[in-house]
């Protein structure tokens, strides 16, 4: 199918056993697997091809696998919610869930003899997992209040959908986007405020209007997006995405989608994993001919650019209460500490969206959640529910942006653990210290960064570090990530250190730089932001 795959002879591990067998074809092997158990499984297809159906080998828990699902634009029903509840309570040993990055979510603990029986819960409500890890297009990202919002530009909904019903054959799997040469992300803005980092994609579209020309110059600027391509984050190389100069109407988004992706898979570079990724491609080819490309494979020629985008606001989190477009309701986002979930915590969620809503449960980026369609008669009697007190609207300022990738409880690329150390120093710092705005700190297990440090105000970056001869966890500092209006990544300010060190430093880094004063003077130190 592709050109460097098939061609080449010293192909690498991956695309070696993806030319063998496709990662999809584990689709109609779930029932043999689970009949003989993971152990048994051959390696390739239990460790990477059960991948293209969503289900991880956990190597820190063998025989205890994650799954990972797919959800458009972060939404999902509240019997969707209780479904999921039920196979982490009722198959997750030791189970729970965790929101992710990319509005999405995981459930642990799953064993591969419950499969066949977890997939038929989640046709049942119309959910699905396929495709949502190795050389795939992840969970496809948008804005995370489209079609509540009265200053929304551009309702995502839809669009979304339509993309991940063509990439994945409606769920079932489609297996022309089953072997790309590596993994892609794709996100549409729909507000002003760039709610999904279109920036951090690897293709984003971003709202901007287009002066009528010809006959049509008369006319009010059209609606459309800008096109960014190759943006992306990897042990080697992080990149913001650039513009292609494209202009594309709503109605062209999933045909510039298929576009793009055809000429991925079908060029992008293959030999070296570590240099596969499309900003690779467009780095070789040059923009102008990547453009080229994408314009013969849709088939007419890309509109340019429009002169600016409309993402001028600064990024919202949507915690807290707010008013809907539609008069009477409101949308309520909670903050769920580091996006960890338990299953009484998902069927409490899912029932408090049917009492108080319409059912609908949406996530966000920052692996928080919000809960829409809520009358004005009934706000005031769901903000007295028990679980806002864990689930809080109004949570500290450090802890309401926190966002913590899973680490070294369950993955096995951490170089240290995540999340219950991000709740344990910023409880800490909370403690000690006033603060008078929000600062958005994000731990990363490793130099994957799927934990965004690069967005971050101060962002951790897992490490190991030497401290008194021995090797310990440690973090480097990323600082000065912009999210939202005039978006750019942050750069790495502090290297190494030992995360029983760091709090002191992130005291002084928030005194220094974010306005905090401390309550009590004495416990300042003298860490600045040069020292190594
Ligand atoms: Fe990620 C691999 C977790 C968002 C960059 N990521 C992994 C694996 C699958 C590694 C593994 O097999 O253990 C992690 C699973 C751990 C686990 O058990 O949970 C993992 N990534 C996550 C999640 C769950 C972090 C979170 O706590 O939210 C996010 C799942 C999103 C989803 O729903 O699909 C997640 N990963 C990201 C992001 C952020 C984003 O998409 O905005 C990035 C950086 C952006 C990007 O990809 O350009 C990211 N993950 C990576 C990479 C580096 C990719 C590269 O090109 O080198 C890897 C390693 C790889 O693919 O080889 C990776
Ligand atoms: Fe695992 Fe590293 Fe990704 Fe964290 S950043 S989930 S430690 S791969």
């Known amino acids: 199918m592709t050109d460097t795959a098939t061609t080449t002879t010293s192909l690498n591990k991956f695309e070696k056993f993806k030319a063998e067998k496709d990662g999809l074809a584990v689709k109609g092997e779930?029932?043999?697997?689970?009949?003989?158990?993971?152990?048994?499984?051959?390696?390739?297809d239990r460790d990477h091809r059960l991948k293209w159906v969503g289900v991880f080998f956990r190597p820190v828990t063998p025989g205890k696998f994650m799954m990972r699902m797919r959800l458009p634009n972060g939404i999902l029903t509240s019997s969707q919610m209780r479904a999921l509840a039920g196979v982490v309570q009722r198959y997750g040993d030791d189970g729970n869930a965790d929101i992710t990055t990319r509005q999405n979510i995981q459930l642990r603990g799953i064993r591969i003899e419950d499969l066949p029986d977890i997939f038929n819960r989640f046709h049942a409500v119309g959910l699905t997992s396929v495709q949502s890890g190795m050389d795939n297009i992840r969970?496809?990202?948008?804005?995370?209040?489209?079609?509540?919002?009265?200053?929304?530009?551009?309702?995502?909904?839809?669009?979304?959908?339509?993309?991940?019903d063509m990439l994945t054959n409606k769920g079932e799997g489609n297996p022309e986007f089953t072997n790309l040469p590596r993994k892609f992300n794709i996100a549409i803005a729909g507000g002003r405020d760039n709610s999904v980092h279109a920036e951090i994609n690897d293709l984003a579209f971003v709202p901007a209007f287009k002066e009528g020309t010809g006959e049509e110059s008369s006319q009010s600027p059209i609606f459309g997006f800008n096109v960014l391509v190759g943006g992306f984050f990897s042990a080697k190389r992080c990149e913001a995405a650039i513009p292609l100069n494209a202009w594309v109407s709503p109605e062209d988004v999933v045909a510039v989608c298929r576009a793009v992706l055809e000429v991925y898979r079908d060029h992008g570079l293959r030999a070296n994993r570590q240099k596969s990724r499309l900003m690779w491609l467009i780095d070789e080819w040059g923009l102008e001919k990547f453009r080229q490309e994408v314009e013969n494979r849709l088939g007419k020629p890309l509109l340019p650019a429009a002169p600016k985008d409309e993402i001028d606001w600064e990024k919202r989190d949507h915690i807290g209460v707010y008013k809907q477009k539609q008069p009477g309701l409101n949308y309520v986002g909670l903050h769920i500490p580091v996006g960890r979930l338990y299953a009484e915590?998902?069927?409490?969620?899912?029932?408090?969206?049917?009492?108080?809503?319409?059912?609908?449960?949406?996530?966000?980026?920052?692996?928080?959640?919000?809960?829409p369609n809520i009358p004005d008669s009934r706000l005031a009697t769901f903000l007295t529910e028990p679980l806002l007190e864990r689930f809080s609207i109004d949570p500290g300022l450090l802890t309401r942006s926190l966002v913590s990738c899973t680490g070294s409880q369950f993955c096995n690329f951490a170089l240290i653990e995540t999340k219950n150390r991000a709740l344990g120093i910023i409880k800490a710092l909370e403690a000690e210290l006033i603060l008078t705005a929000n600062v958005?700190?994000?731990?990363?297990?490793?130099?994957?960064?799927?934990?965004?440090?690069q967005v971050a105000d101060i962002g951790l970056m897992g490490t190991k570090v030497r401290k008194n001869g021995k090797a310990v966890e440690g973090v480097d500092i990323y600082m000065g990530g912009k999210v939202g209006k005039d978006a750019h990544l942050g750069a790495c300010v502090i290297k190494g250190i030992p995360c029983e060190d760091l709090q002191p430093v992130l005291q002084n880094l928030l005194i220094e730089h974010f306005g905090a004063k401390p309550k009590q003077e004495a416990l300042v130190t003298h860490w600045s932001i040069d020292h190594n």
């Not at 779930?30 to 390739?44: H, N, P, V």
């Not at 948008?142 to 993309?163: K, M, N, S």
């Open 139 to 164: 969970n496809i990202t948008g804005d995370p209040v489209a079609g509540l919002d009265a200053d929304e530009l551009y309702d995502t909904r839809e669009v979304v959908q339509q993309i991940q």
């Open 345 to 371: 915590d998902m069927f409490e969620i899912a029932r408090l969206a049917e009492v108080y809503g319409s059912g609908e449960i949406r996530f966000t980026v920052e692996q928080n959640i919000i809960i």
């Open 440 to 453: 958005r700190i994000h731990w990363t297990g490793c130099p994957n960064s799927c934990g965004q440090p």
């Open 30 to 44: 779930i029932e043999k697997f689970a009949a003989l158990g993971w152990e048994a499984m051959d390696e390739t």
